[in-house]
C-alpha cells in the first residue's frame, strides 16, 4: 500500500500522476499534455511504477500506465491531486451524449460529406464510450 509519508512524490512525479488520471496513459500522449520530452516522463512513469503507484501493460506495440486499483482512493487523496472531477461534468456530458443521439436520425437527412459524418458519428461514439467507462449511461 502507497504511504506519502514514506514515498515522497517530487514535482514532476505530481504532474505526471495528474495527467495518467485524466486518462492520459501513454508515455508520448502524457509528453505532449506536459509538454516535456517523452525521454523525461518514462523516467517519472519508471519511478512512479518502482513506488507502487502505478502499473504498467503492454498494449500492442504501446507501453500504457494507470492508478493502481488497490489503493487508487488513498493516492489520490494522499498526494493531493488537483482537478477532482464533479458530477456536474459528467451529467453534462451524459446530456450532450443524449441530445446527439436525439438528433441522429436528423443529422442523416443533411447534406454532409462522409468526412464530417465521421467527425459527427466519432464524437458520439467517444461520448458513449466515456460514459460506458463510468456507467454513467445504459
Given at each position: 500500500m502507497f504511504s506519502a509519508e514514506t514515498q515522497e512524490i517530487t514535482e514532476?512525479?505530481?504532474r505526471v500522476l495528474e495527467?495518467?488520471?485524466?486518462?492520459?496513459?501513454?508515455?508520448?500522449?502524457?509528453?505532449?499534455t506536459l509538454r516535456?520530452?517523452?525521454?523525461?516522463?518514462?523516467q517519472q512513469l519508471k519511478k512512479l511504477v518502482?513506488?507502487?503507484?502505478?502499473?504498467?501493460?503492454?498494449?500492442?506495440?504501446?507501453?500504457?500506465?494507470?492508478?493502481?486499483?488497490?489503493?487508487?482512493?488513498?493516492?489520490?487523496?494522499?498526494?493531493?491531486l488537483?482537478?477532482?472531477?464533479?458530477?456536474?461534468?459528467?451529467?453534462?456530458?451524459?446530456?450532450?451524449y443524449e441530445a446527439l443521439s436525439r438528433v441522429w436520425s436528423?443529422?442523416?437527412?443533411?447534406?454532409?460529406s462522409p468526412d464530417e459524418l465521421k467527425k459527427l458519428r466519432n464524437a458520439r461514439n467517444l461520448l458513449e464510450d466515456m460514459l460506458h467507462e463510468r456507467?454513467?449511461?445504459r
Open positions: 514532476g512525479e505530481r495527467v495518467v488520471k485524466k486518462g492520459v496513459t501513454t508515455p508520448t500522449e502524457i509528453a505532449k516535456i520530452s517523452t525521454s523525461a516522463v518514462s518502482e513506488k507502487g503507484i502505478l502499473s504498467r501493460r503492454r498494449l500492442g506495440r504501446s507501453i500504457h500506465y494507470d492508478l493502481l486499483e488497490c489503493g487508487k482512493e488513498e493516492i489520490i487523496g494522499e498526494i493531493g488537483k482537478g477532482e472531477e464533479r458530477e456536474g461534468d459528467w451529467e453534462l456530458i451524459r446530456e450532450s436528423h443529422v442523416l437527412k443533411l447534406n454532409l456507467r454513467l449511461v
